[in-house]
């Protein structure tokens, strides 16, 4: 069965429509990717998902619909979105954010610090510094690291890449991978397709606001369109 | 010199009280940027929830617990009932609402216990007691040291707490705070709550010296207003020591300065106000958002 379903998912911002009936699934344990130009929907699509956007059509969670869908509850639901831009809470230090991460299982456990600090040791340097002094980089790892305490059943990640230098970008999409590997789902929307398709099991490409292909990932990227559109070669 | 010292002690006990008062504005005003001008009058009503719990035979400290009790959960109820439904739209929208409100509350007091000046018997002798010459009451070290139990206890709450951790979560960044599973809603209500009980706290000791009546706390919230902008907007230890601050410099000046004296004091507060906006905006305490960008 599937962990996550969308079914026919319309959202919109005021006047403007911003999907046109999604539907997509990802199974427990996958690792997806949503790809597509600017405007295709995929940033919405997430938002959908962890009820940030208003929408109609339905979200199933394990093959239930979930109703009133709001942030916090979706969270309750072992749903943690990354939102696009290193969502960090700036003014607290490195560690609350962290501990900010395990909010819906109460207090943070010493073990699971020790674990995000294990992948990345740079937090720990910098743990009683201003999450707003880090760096982009370390900053996408305490945005990663903060929903690594969750502990989710689906991570949801937008544009973990963006503004990043190619090296910082695959140390990150290295460590989706080993999340993956501990029994993760993960979505992740992403410019870089190229980076994507190589890690993702599954992808998703949309055009304004609607599913257009889906499939295995490694299908995907000998695609002639994707190829053209997205990867450029 | 006794003068002197005289002065800085009953300096401190009105800047205590000012601080009280500042603390609980600067609570609303980082969450949600909202200066809540209800403030004092919602210190008001609840002073006078406090008297006439004593006036039906109360004891003191049982008649102030409940009244903190009852204050916090209608700073609650204020929030939920009547900020959060215009919680979305213009920041302008609810501070002007805070004005209806205090006007609301002001006309509520008049209306069920009238205009006249009440005796408010605290728990605190305002007899004079002298040491060196120096004569100062046990009402001034009471409140002194109430503010300083009340500063101890809310920065607790936000440093060592989990329940704190939260409130700043959500009042850093409500969006991401959501996000994380942190019932931003309730956060924003439990902020009222615990303002309105320091308002409560404030008024309780303000009304041995002032004498309780609808207006009691107006002028008490400009001071805070200008204590909470010399401490610095978003730091509740900053409104404290703003507070504690601007009622020794205020007594100072009023005693020493032959000109200004008592009529001034006013005047006084909002040159401070003005002073620290053009020189240092952040107040003493507030620290300008740091970001990388």
């Known amino acids: 069965m599937s962990l996550l379903e969308l079914r026919d998912v319309e959202a919109r911002y005021g006047e403007i429509r911003a999907l046109h009936g999604v539907s997509l699934t990802v199974a427990d344990g996958d690792f997806v990717a949503l790809l597509g130009a600017n405007g295709a929907g995929k940033t919405t699509t997430l938002r959908a998902i962890s009820g940030t956007v208003k929408t109609s059509g339905d979200v199933l969670l394990d093959g239930h619909k979930v109703f009133r869908r709001t942030p916090e509850g979706m969270a309750r639901s072992g749903v943690a979105h990354v939102p696009e831009g290193r969502g960090t809470f700036t003014t607290l230090s490195v560690l609350d954010n962290l501990r900010l991460g395990a909010w819906v299982h109460g207090t943070a456990s010493p073990r699971d610090l020790a674990h995000v600090f294990e992948f990345f040791p740079r937090l720990y340097e910098r743990r009683t510094q201003q999450a707003g002094l880090l760096s982009g980089g370390e900053q996408q790892m305490l945005a990663l690291g903060r929903a690594m305490m969750a502990k989710p059943r689906v991570l949801l990640l937008d544009e973990p890449s963006l503004g990043l230098a190619p090296l910082v970008a695959r140390e990150i999409f290295h460590v989706l991978g080993q999340l993956h590997e501990g029994g993760t789902t993960i979505v992740v929307v992403e410019q870089n397709a190229m980076l994507a398709l190589e890690h993702a099991q599954h992808a998703y490409v949309l055009e304004t606001g609607r599913v257009v292909l889906g499939g295995e990932a490694s299908d995907l990227r000998k695609n002639e369109s994707v190829r053209r559109s997205y990867l450029g070669y | ?293």
């Open chain 2, 1 to 293: 010199m006794t003068n002197f010292i005289q002065q800085i002690v009953s300096g401190l006990a009105s800047g205590g009280i000012y601080g009280l008062l500042a603390l609980a504005i600067v609570l609303i005003h980082r969450s949600t940027g909202v200066i809540n001008f209800a403030q004092g009058e919602m210190a008001t009503l609840s002073t006078f929830v406090c008297w006439a719990l004593m006036d039906h035979g109360w004891a003191f400290w049982p008649a102030f617990g409940a009244t903190l009790l009852l204050s916090f959960a209608g700073g609650v109820t204020l929030q939920a009932v009547v900020i959060r439904p215009i919680q979305s739209g213009p920041l302008l929208g609810i501070v002007i609402l805070t004005i209806g409100l205090l006007i609301a509350f002001n006309g509520l007091d008049t209306w069920i216990w009238g205009g006249a000046a009440k005796q408010f018997h605290g728990p605190f002798s305002t007899a004079p007691i002298r040491v060196g010459g120096v004569a100062f009451s046990k009402q001034d070290l009471g409140v002194i040291a109430v503010a300083f139990v009340a500063v101890a206890l809310i920065g607790a709450l936000f440093t060592r707490t989990r329940l704190g951790l939260g409130l700043r979560a959500a009042a850093v960044n409500p969006i991401e705070a959501r996000l994380v599973g942190i019932r931003v809603a309730a956060m924003l209500a439990l902020g009222w709550g615990l303002a309105a009980m320091l308002g409560a706290v404030a008024g309780v000791m303000a009304a041995p010296s002032l004498f309780l009546e609808p207006n009691m706390m107006q002028t008490v919230v400009l001071y805070a207003f200008a204590a909470a902008v010399l401490g610095g907007m978003d730091s509740p230890i900053g409104a404290v020591v703003g507070g504690l601050l601007l009622g020794v410099l205020l007594n100072l000046v009023g005693t020493y300065v032959h000109w200004i004296g008592g009529e001034l004091r006013l005047a006084t507060a909002l040159a401070v106000i003005l002073g620290v906006l053009l020189l240092r905006p952040s107040g003493l305490f507030g620290r300008a958002a740091l970001r990388r960008a």
